[in-house]
């Protein structure tokens, strides 16, 4: 059992740096001033999927917002919780500016998390996160337009299976661009910083 957590975790680590190391090479400190993010038109896009209530939820009526996508799973044992701690952190120090900021946590074990469960588990970590679910194929698109990669490996276990994945929070701008992807672990700073440039200068 021991085994098969640390080799997810081990697999969740090289997922997550298989990305392009220039989505998170822009540095500098938050205001207008500093160097334009890249947009990466070869990423992201829009979608729809379940909400929480069992209403669909696109990402172009969140148009306006600032909006990080977060790849996870409800029955995962430590990264996911902790990714979402980090967000929460960093929503905080957003001070006022975290209202035009929306995370999306997006459910990639479709066949346990239901949207009355992630109705339960997402707001835990913050009232204004929203967890989304959908078809297995539905999260697989979505997933795949974001670089986000995930399967599943079976355990000896209540659970029966966890979810090796890719670790990373996904930035897009208000007007539905794909800005880069972060380690909450290790990039919340730039993120943080990256976030105030895009509401400082609406763009």
Known sequence: M???ILLLLLL???????SN??????????????????IYENRGGDFELTGPDGKEISSESLRGKVILIYFGYTYCPDVCPM????LKVGMLELEEQAKEVQVLFVSIDPERDTPEKLK?????FHPDFIGLTGSVNDVAEVAKQYG????KQYVESVEGYFMAHTDAVFLV?????YRGRYKTEWDMEKLISNIQWLLNSGS
């Open 12 to 18: 969740a680590v090289v997922l997550g740096s298989a």
């Open 148 to 151: 986000s990669h995930y399967f």
């Open 83 to 86: 990714s979402l701690s980090h």
């Open 120 to 124: 339960e588990y997402v707001p835990y």
């Open 2 to 4: 021991k085994f098969n």
């Open 21 to 38: 190391a220039q989505e998170t090479a822009t540095g500098g400190v938050s205001g207008v001033e500093k160097e334009p993010l890249r």
């Open 173 to 177: 701008d208000q007007e539905g661009r």
